[in-house]
């Protein structure tokens, strides 16, 4: 079965710094999506940014950005100009090519925003 | 285009009774999944319903079922509720191409007491 782990229960930073989340998982699969979301306390899930196994360049948007590993099976959020929007709970999720659309979650992780 | 829609937003039940909780996909729409989200247990896939057909099933007892309608809207039903059912229930909805991402509903907020 596949697992995600997110090592960091709550992480902070200032406003306008970079901070860096984390997210390993297990597979034996070879193709796969992995996904971060953000839940803000509106508690609606909200897509950040995703990256296709497939793809060896890390995804980018915009101030977000990842560290897709995927020998180490790593696969980490950047969030460069930190913003006090930003504050919330950040998953991140895993999908199996062929398992239709069943997301495989990580514990989140709790990101304050401090100005 | 309208979002991912869950009605109610928050019911109150009581141990034993049964409750249904309701999902209307994004338009064009035709998976839907559900999961539950408690504090202990984080989040846990439920199901998902594909064409009206059940296409994944978590780790939950019979207790909860769902189903889709022919319209992609979908339902879920918890029986003989028990104080642990306490959670958030997301629905996501997913377009026919797979390559793409789950869009989430604002979930429904059911306490059990």
Not at chain 1, 93 to 110: H, P, V
Request: proline share 4%; glycine share 6%.
């Amino acid at each position: 079965a596949q697992t995600v782990t997110q090592s960091q229960p709550e992480m902070s930073v200032q406003e306008a710094e970079t901070v860096t989340l984390s997210c390993t998982y297990d597979t034996s699969e070879s193709d796969y999506y992995l996904f971060w979301y953000k839940q803000p306390p509106s508690r609606q899930m909200i897509l950040v940014i995703r990256q296709e196994a497939y793809k060896q360049q890390n995804a980018t948007e915009n101030r977000f950005s990842v560290n897709f590993q995927k020998a180490a099976k790593s696969f980490s959020l950047k969030i460069s100009d930190s913003q006090l929007g930003d504050a919330a709970m950040y998953f991140c999720a895993y999908r199996r090519e062929t398992s239709g659309s069943r997301l495989t979650f990580g514990e989140g992780t709790q990101l304050t925003v401090n100005p | 285009k309208a979002g991912v829609t869950q009605t109610p937003r928050y019911l109150i039940k009581t141990r034993g009774q049964q409750v249904t909780l309701s999902c209307s996909p994004i338009s064009g729409h035709r998976s839907v999944s559900w999961y539950q989200q408690t504090p202990g247990q984080g989040l846990q896939f439920l199901f998902e319903y594909f064409s009206e057909t059940q296409r994944n099933k978590g780790n939950f007892p019979g207790r909860f079922s769902g189903r889709q309608f022919s319209n992609s809207r979908s339902e879920m039903n918890v029986s003989t509720l028990e104080l642990g059912d306490s959670a958030l229930y997301l629905c996501a909805s997913t377009p026919l191409m797979m390559n793409t991402e789950a869009f989430f509903g604002q979930g429904t907020r059911l306490t059990v007491v």
